[in-house]
């Protein structure tokens, strides 16, 4: 929610864009609500519907079924931690909107929510990793998160005879792991620590034995990284809204309030938020900083963007990677373009709306615990951090009034849907995909 330049367009052109014969149809019923002027007419039609997920060209098993629901097992499965109590669930917990509901989990950071994290260009609030599969893996070897290795995992996988066969039935062959002076209980490469136990089996293994883990290890990553792609938030009060607009369906129009109507029009013009919370998923996938002080007041320590880029370049699962199934590709190609400048210390990734108001608290240490809090920030930057020489420099104070904050607030919760089938919101029975639960998987996309 930044102010800056007014964007505008001509009606007519979007018109044809969308292939409509005519804005014509479109009522909006007064009540006590003003008009939506063309020019938000225009801006409102653009935002839905949200569509089908991009294609992630890194990952060629992104939109296979069966390893959607090999991944939907893995996400829930906590022996894929060191100490068996973990999984990914639990940080990104269904109940709580794929968060946790807290201010910090790990790194001094507020978890994010996964919904439709299938959009996002770079994952992490720093954008460390460029891939959805690259993100899954790194809370398995995390000291803070799940505090296990890669060959620990593969071999969690190879001792359940259901999770190899599923496992198998889409990627092929695990590693042997039955022989293990090859494969040794925990190993992976710890660089930074040569006398680390973990590195030193890593080392001890064959080039070939190595790779042959990272493979399998990425695998894992791939499988759930296909099943968060199905956590997609797209049938909202605001996307319903926005249908009866495009089709003039008058009813359907008045079941969107007043308030809401008018928090649009704050969001869309005074308060112009979608500069930054841009497009269908309310996310310029950008990265920014407003200056909230951290959550201990004291001053800030996280480099955000700045230190990320240098760990997504380095990064041995990113897309350019001889794990991406696209090295050089889009998404490879980007890492290229990446330039790092002082201008980017402190600023952190712009985080979706959709189902904001189930994933409190905001912000990325939490430091804010309501929709409203935030809004107030927005409107008076009370307690604003000064970036120095570098601030953003659209970032101003709004002055919305309490109701205008109320109608941006009522405009930000109709953007709730977490209607999901539920066969996604818990672990399958069972590793293996088979006809009986291809629907149910089918009907996540």
Same mark, same amino acid.
């Given at each position: 929610m930044i102010r800056g330049m007014r964007a505008h367009g001509i009606v007519g052109a979007l018109v044809l864009a969308l292939g409509l014969t005519s804005l014509a149809p479109i009522v909006v019923r007064r009540s006590d609500a003003a008009p939506l002027d063309d020019a938000t007419l225009a801006r409102i039609v653009k935002l839905a519907p949200l569509g089908d997920p991009p294609r992630d060209s890194t990952n060629a098993y992104a939109? +296979?079924?069966?390893?959607?629901?090999? $991944?939907?097992?893995?996400?829930?499965?906590?022996?894929?931690?060191?100490d068996g109590q973990v999984s990914c669930s639990t940080c990104h917990d269904p109940a709580r909107g794929f968060a946790d509901g807290k201010t910090m989990s790990?790194?001094?950071?507020? #978890? %994010?929510?996964?919904?439709? #994290?299938?959009?996002?260009?770079?994952?992490?609030?720093?954008?460390?990793? =460029?891939?959805?599969?690259?993100?899954?893996?790194? &809370?398995?070897?995390?000291?803070?998160?799940?505090?296990?290795?890669?060959t620990a /995992?593969?071999? #969690?996988?190879?001792?359940? $005879?259901?999770?190899?066969?599923?496992?198998?039935?889409?990627? $092929?062959?695990?590693?042997?792991?039955? =022989? !293990?002076?090859?494969?040794?209980?925990?190993?992976?490469?710890? %660089?930074?620590e040569p006398k680390h136990p973990e590195h030193a089996a890593w080392m001890s293994m064959t080039a070939a034995d190595r790779t042959a883990i990272d493979r399998a290890f990425v695998n894992i990553g791939k499988a759930i990284a296909a099943y968060?792609?199905?956590? #997609?938030?797209?049938?909202?009060?605001?996307?319903?809204?926005?249908?009866?607009?495009?089709? *003039?369906?008058?009813?359907?129009?008045?079941?969107?309030?007043?308030?809401?109507?008018?928090?649009?029009t704050l969001f869309l013009g005074k308060?112009?938020?979608?500069? /930054?919370?841009?497009? %269908?998923?309310?996310? +310029?996938?950008?990265f920014h900083n407003?200056?909230?002080? %951290?959550?201990?007041?004291?001053? &800030?320590? +996280?480099? $955000?963007?700045?230190? *990320?880029?240098?760990?997504?370049? !380095?990064d041995p699962f990113n897309a350019q990677s001889a794990f991406s199934d696209d090295p050089r590709g889009e998404r490879a190609l980007e890492l290229d373009a990446l330039t790092r400048t002082f201008e980017m210390w402190g600023q952190f990734k712009t985080p979706t709306l959709r189902n904001v108001a189930r994933t409190a608290p905001y912000m990325h240490q939490g430091q804010m615990a309501t929709l409203t809090e935030v809004l107030r920030y927005y409107s008076k930057l009370e307690n604003a951090i000064p970036a120095g020489h570098h601030n953003e420099l659209v970032l101003k104070p709004?002055?919305?009034?309490? *109701?205008?904050?109320? =109608?941006?607030?009522?405009?930000?919760?109709?953007?709730? =849907?977490?209607?999901? &089938?539920?066969?996604?919101?818990?672990?399958?029975?069972?590793?293996?995909?088979?006809?009986?639960?291809?629907?149910?998987?089918?009907?996540?996309?």
């Open positions: 939109d +296979d079924p069966a390893a959607a629901h090999l $991944g939907q097992f893995l996400f829930f499965e906590k022996r894929l931690s060191a790990t790194h001094d950071r507020h #978890v %994010p929510s996964l919904w439709n #994290v299938a959009w996002q260009r770079w994952f992490y609030w720093d954008g460390r990793a =460029d891939s959805l599969w690259s993100q899954a893996l790194k &809370p398995l070897e995390d000291a803070t998160e799940m505090h296990s290795d890669r /995992c593969v071999r #969690v996988v190879w001792n359940d $005879g259901e999770m190899r066969a599923a496992y198998e039935a889409v990627f $092929g062959a695990l590693p042997d792991m039955r =022989d !293990t002076v090859r494969f040794p209980q925990h190993a992976r490469p710890v %660089p930074r968060e792609r199905r956590l #997609v938030s797209r049938s909202s009060k605001f996307d319903r809204f926005a249908g009866a607009l495009k089709n *003039g369906d008058a009813s359907a129009q008045a079941e969107y309030g007043a308030a809401e109507r008018r928090g649009l308060g112009e938020c979608r500069l /930054c919370h841009a497009g %269908p998923n309310f996310s +310029d996938n950008e407003i200056a909230v002080p %951290p959550l201990d007041r004291r001053p &800030p320590r +996280d480099a $955000g963007r700045h230190a *990320g880029i240098e760990l997504v370049r !380095t709004l002055d919305l009034s309490e *109701g205008e904050i109320a =109608d941006l607030s009522a405009f930000l919760e109709s953007l709730t =849907d977490e209607s999901l &089938p539920k066969e996604l919101l818990s672990a399958p029975s069972s590793p293996r995909f088979t006809p009986a639960n291809a629907e149910s998987a089918g009907r996540g996309n």
